[in-house]
């Protein structure tokens, strides 16, 4: 409890909330929809055996989540440390022994956690029915076209979120990220169903 | 003993924490204290303000290590009162 108070605190004073919200939202939606185009790229080809399938998938998902946290580590340490410089600059005094020095080591390790577990978790629930099926688990539809209807699920959430958060209809962001899905589907049965 | 019953201080902060989180922090240092802040002049990233702190005996030391954790820095100690009770033998 102490320790979720002190994130909390850390948050508040470098005002990254918001910045952690943001980041869970587009890296989530990147990783649903990269899961989506690899699980349509396979669907349209050849029929491959599902361990392929599942392992490029799972390449793609590591990747991103390695990618999310590295990006957002390094980008959000030298907006922390520049913030960190322009307020000692201000105040005209040394603030490392102060809470918002600590913020510039925790907070950039923090935001990269989110931005790197959103698209890899996410991918992982997109591609729970390849495994299911891997374990011999029987499932009403083919785990290919399971998983395109996880991954339809879960962008319709990330926009249901979103209007939670922005204050406007849950239906009508939900199906906005829905319709950017769908035009992503459409676009690779154009180009890659030749 | 003597015993600091108030203190008031002339303090620089930047706006995080704000006054809400600034003087709750100072009011956990001991028990009974009571914490009054008021804002004198804002500029772009600090905030120059008048802290009244009143306790039945202030520690002095705790209370300047929480304003620098905050990353604010004591100006000047602007008025202060003080008490030597007795002791009954």
């Known amino acids: 409890m102490k320790l979720l108070q002190q994130v909390k605190f850390l948050f508040e004073i470098t005002r990254s909330h918001g910045i952690v919200r943001r980041y869970f939202v587009v890296n989530g939606f990147d990783g649903a929809l990269t899961m989506l185009g690899l699980i349509i790229g396979f669907q349209l080809s050849t029929a491959a055996d599902l361990t392929v399938v599942m392992n490029a998938c799972l390449g793609a998902a590591i990747a991103l989540g390695v990618s999310g946290v590295s990006s957002a580590y390094v980008s959000e340490t030298a907006e922390r440390r520049r913030a960190l410089a322009k307020l000692e600059e201000a105040m005209v005094t040394d603030l490392q022994a102060s809470a918002h020095a600590e913020a510039v080591r925790w907070v950039p390790m923090l935001v990269a956690l989110v931005n790197g577990s959103a698209p890899l978790i996410i991918s992982l629930l997109i591609l729970s029915p390849l495994w299911l099926a891997m374990q011999g688990i029987s499932l009403p539809l083919s785990p290919l076209y399971l998983a395109i209807l996880v991954a339809l699920l879960l962008i319709f959430l990330l926009g249901v979120f979103l209007g939670h958060i922005s204050g406007v209809s849950w239906l009508r962001s939900g199906l906005q990220t829905l319709v950017v899905a769908l035009v992503t589907s459409l676009l690779i049965y154009l180009f890659a169903g030749y | ?89």
């Open chain 2, 1 to 89: 003993m003597v015993l600091v019953k108030k203190l008031v201080l002339d303090v620089l902060k930047p706006h995080q924490p704000n006054a809400l989180e600034f003087c709750k922090a100072l009011a956990e240092v001991g028990d009974n204290y009571s914490v009054n802040l008021m804002v004198i002049a804002v500029d772009e990233k600090t905030e120059s303000v008048q802290i009244v702190v009143e306790a039945p005996s202030i520690d002095f030391d705790a209370l300047q290590a929480v304003i620098n954790k905050m990353g604010a820095s004591l100006h000047s100690i602007d008025e202060v009162e003080v008490n030597n009770p007795s002791v009954d033998t």
